[in-house]
């Protein structure tokens, strides 16, 4: 296979051509197309007028023009469906060919020119984004460079997850994300609904869950370390989506390409439920409360883990299976796609040890150990699921009680979970934390507001989905998950999303051969004032020093590099402020002795452009092997 890659050697300001994700074949041609008030949107069949339309409302604000579809081959912007489908590009696959007479989008399938769509606003100025009148700067005018783009993605499955159990996202929230990632040719939106610290979704037949169980106490600061509420304390935070809510925006996520994956989180990170209705548990504590955001587990370091407080369904009462029942017969007549994702990650089996119950159902079903409990309760969750003719999805925890051949695993404590589903002939979504964990600090942990791990944008475009030895076709994608324990609001949400997703959009879209980091990175800073016009905001790390030491008799050396490429790092040891006239960093240095402060800054043509970093001697000696 041909793989054409003719991007200019010039800077990525230079280049008309700065496509995230990197599409399979572009070819630069010579001249380009403009678009003016005059010009015309035309498309061939009705499939084809959903996408038309959105192009037209997607020119028309920032352009000021009136752009109106017809159908019709006389068209400055054509969208075709082939008559004769092009068994090359798929079913999202797409050809673009623009050049000064006009623009011609063809593909098999809708979503084919809907993709399409989205490279050609790439291709037009970056004030296409902008949410009012503009004006592209530089006087070239609406136009798009000539190009011929042959393309179509490597997986089926390119998904965002959403955590909006702990904090809650309004409607209007969750149509902007899946807007944002729809640009990106991502097309699975995973919305994880339910959890220890709210019921986001109605469930008609069971009242409580959102009346109770979509409410906590108000609190402030870190997840994690907030105070229990109190008793009398009102549930005043939160919220749910109504079912109607629900039906609006899959619409709103088909209309672009998207599906959405539910997922109830179960048998653990089941508090919210058990608020709502305590006798679903071992202990049946009336006292349970949704929880607010307090300390309520030990993590041993070592992956193990105790609950100081039931967040678990009882796997041995029939109640709770008609309680799964009702849940899962409601979210299934929602949401069309296959799959229900139903969680099983970070069960903790302390409750089910200890109870009677459960005692008698291993002896009857002659288990020894408690963890295979969870084998037995998510086969009978995916018996449910079955007759609702879905699919069970989980967490790759669920490997570990058995599953049936037709159930699909998400790896995320690294690529072995998948591996080992794969391996055993189940379909796989990896997202490992390794790579694709998007609630993580992104760059230096001193600067960021602190979380357990971080994971820098260019490691996600290194991930690599398919693990050397494995059968690619168990691999069906993969997906970012951002959990939002520290993620209060939307704005932060895109904080936190990008630009990672933008590299893990290329890793899911783009073919492996492709992919280079350095152009990816001039293709992202473009991308970066893409995001200034639509008022989208992003996370500035790659533009930190990275700062790393090692530590051998005694004596500690400092390492720095810069994520982006062609960057100055200068640092100061004598408690002075750093700048460009600073010593510039240029090999590993041994440190001296004493308690030195490290401040280090980098820039860019003589310009400052990260953040200062600062680091005393201890925070280096911790630093030491990393």
Same mark, same amino acid.
């Given at each position: ?114 993709? &399409? ?6 291709? #037009? +100025? /970056?004030?296409? =984004?902008?949410? %009012?009148?503009?004006? !592209?700067?530089? @006087? ?57 610290? &709210? ?6 037949? #069971? +009242? /409580?869950?959102? =009346?109770?169980? %979509?409410?906590?106490? !108000?609190?402030? @600061? ?80 070592? @992956? ?323």
């Amino acid at each position: 296979m041909l793989f054409v890659l003719t991007l200019s050697a010039v800077t990525a300001q230079n280049n008309p051509v700065q496509l995230i994700p990197q599409p399979v074949e572009v070819q630069t041609l010579s001249g380009s197309f403009a678009l003016t008030k005059v010009s015309t949107i035309g498309y061939n069949k009705a499939e084809a007028r959903p996408v038309a339309d959105m192009l037209a409302q997607k020119l028309n604000t920032p352009t000021g023009f009136s752009l109106q579809p017809k159908e019709g081959k006389a068209a400055s912007v054509f969208l075709s469906l082939n008559a004769t489908p092009n068994s090359r590009i798929g079913k999202e696959g797409y050809t673009l060919e623009a050049g000064p007479k006009g623009v011609v989008i063809a593909a098999n399938q809708p979503a084919g020119l809907f993709y &399409g769509m989205q490279t050609l606003l790439q291709l #037009l +100025p /970056k004030e296409i =984004e902008s949410k %009012a009148s503009a004006s !592209p700067s530089g @006087g070239g005018g609406w136009s798009v460079p000539a190009v011929k783009i042959t393309d179509y993605p490597r997986f089926g499955w390119r998904g965002i997850m959403l955590d909006v159990s702990r904090n809650f996202f309004t409607k209007e929230d969750v149509k902007t994300y899946i807007d944002q990632m729809a640009r990106l040719k991502y097309n699975t939106f995973h919305w994880h609904l339910t959890d220890d610290n &709210g019921w986001r979704i109605e469930i008609k037949s #069971l +009242p /409580k869950l959102t =009346e109770v169980g %979509a409410w906590r106490v !108000p609190r402030a @600061g870190h997840f994690g370390a907030r105070a229990e509420p109190k008793s009398g304390e009102k549930a005043t935070v939160g919220g749910f989506y109504t079912q109607d809510d629900i039906r609006e925006i899959i619409k709103y996520a088909q209309e672009r390409n998207v599906t959405i994956v539910p997922e109830i989180d179960v048998p653990g990170h089941s508090m919210a439920a058990i608020a709502a209705y305590p006798e679903l548990s071992c202990t049946k504590n009336p006292e349970t409360k949704v929880n607010p955001g307090t300390g309520f587990s030990e993590w041993y370091g070592n @992956g193990t883990f105790k609950m100081l407080i039931e967040n678990t369904l009882n796997p041995s009462d029939e109640k709770v299976y008609e309680f799964l029942d009702k849940v899962l017969t409601e979210v299934a007549a929602l949401f069309p796609n296959p799959y229900i994702h139903v969680g099983g990650d970070e069960c903790y089996k302390g409750y089910w040890k200890e109870d009677p119950g459960c005692q008698a159902l291993m002896k009857k079903l002659n288990i020894r150990h408690v963890e295979d409990l969870q084998g037995y309760f998510m086969g009978r969750v995916e018996k449910i699921l079955q007759a609702k003719g879905k699919k069970l999805l989980g967490w790759d925890e669920i490997l570990e009680g058995g599953i049936s051949p037709n159930a699909t695993v998400m790896s995320w404590r690294g690529i072995s979970g998948g591996i080992e589903a794969a391996h055993l002939g189940h379909d796989v979504v990896m997202t490992p934390t390794t790579f694709a964990y998007l609630d993580y600090n992104q760059g230096d942990p001193t600067v960021d507001p602190p979380i357990y791990a971080y994971l820098r944008t260019k490691k996600s475009y290194s991930f690599e989905p398919v693990p050397e030895g494995v059968d690619a076709k168990y691999i069906l994608g993969g997906q970012g998950n951002l959990w939002t324990e520290q993620i209060p609001t939307l704005r932060y949400a895109e904080y936190m999303t990008y630009p990672r997703s933008w590299a893990l959009a290329e890793v899911y879209w783009s073919p492996k051969e492709v992919k280079n980091w350095e152009k990816f990175a001039q293709r992202m800073e473009t991308h970066f004032e893409r995001a200034d016009v639509a008022g989208v905001n992003y996370a500035k790390a790659v533009y930190d020093a990275i700062v790393r030491t090692t530590l051998k008799d005694g004596k500690l050396t400092l390492i720095m590099e810069s994520e982006v490429p062609g960057l100055d790092i200068f640092y100061s040891i004598d408690d002075t402020m750093p700048d460009s006239h600073s010593t510039r960093y240029s090999q590993p240095l041994e440190l001296p002795e004493g308690p030195i402060t490290l401040r280090v800054v980098t820039y860019r043509n003589g310009k400052a452009i990260g953040h200062l970093i600062t680091l005393k001697r201890d925070q280096l000696e911790e630093r030491a092997g990393d």
